[in-house]
């Protein structure tokens, strides 16, 4: 069975497959209605925009369909389910199932209990290698992902996008530029993995220092919701904010982009010049989510 967990489970040739198989459903060349009758569960007990709602649409366009939970709340688990039993129950409804959940570790352990496929879509401040796949897509739509700078500027530390796109690009020979509030830097096992995996990562207290040297700068929100009280979310809150005269100067192909939501970290105004993807780079994540879906699924 095919589980989609973590980058670590992933060789560059898995990315690359199913990097291609996305620009293949992105372009319309596949059989229509390939998922019929197929049925995900999208178990979401995060909040969720883009990635609940590009996967139902994936399923949509696949020609299956989805049911979901939407909150902790609403599902059994505020009764005192345990995760294993919610997910060995919802394996007899669906073809897979799509998680969403506040702990690190929680895909991997519903892996163990299901009996179909489970799609990690975020475990706390874990991975999200769904959201990394349709990161590397938006790249390669413009140019190669081998050998880029790559700037990494926010929350390094609990943001699963950074740490899943991070161990990714490892596998491309990037060299990762990062900066990150006091206190927020990426964590020590993964800044390790990455030296280990041979990618130079070089730290800058301000990403003034680099912005001009860069290919790709990938900007994260702070991720409010892990703190462990809000004084400290507000000693880091809006210490960084990209805006229009900062990028005067850099080079001109440089891809701006953010996993979304974005909260003060991007000047609205940077929207209208043409480094800002974000929005192109959320639209894509239909098309890999397809591509993700139907290898587990078909
Ligand atoms: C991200 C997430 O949930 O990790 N959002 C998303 O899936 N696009 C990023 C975030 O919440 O900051």
Redesign the pocket.
Known sequence: MYHIISIHDFEKSDLDHLLDRAKEFDTGNYRSRVLDGKLAALLFFEP?T??RMSFATAMVRLGGNSISVDSVEASSIAKGETLADTIRVVSGYADAIVLRHPKEGAARLASEFATVPVINA?DGAGQ?PS?TLLDLYTIRQSMPIEGLDVGLLGDLRY???AHSLALALSLYGVTLHTTAPGGLEMPANIALELRERGVEVVEHADVEEVIRELDVLYV??I?RERFPDSASYYNVASSYRITPEQLSGVREHLMILH???RAGEIDPAVDRTPYARYFEQARNGVPVRMALLHEVMQ
Request: charged share 20%; glycine share 14%; hydrophobic share 5%.
């Open positions: 969720s883009r990635t975020g999200h959201q943001g699963r996008t994260t929100r991720q996993p979304l939501p």
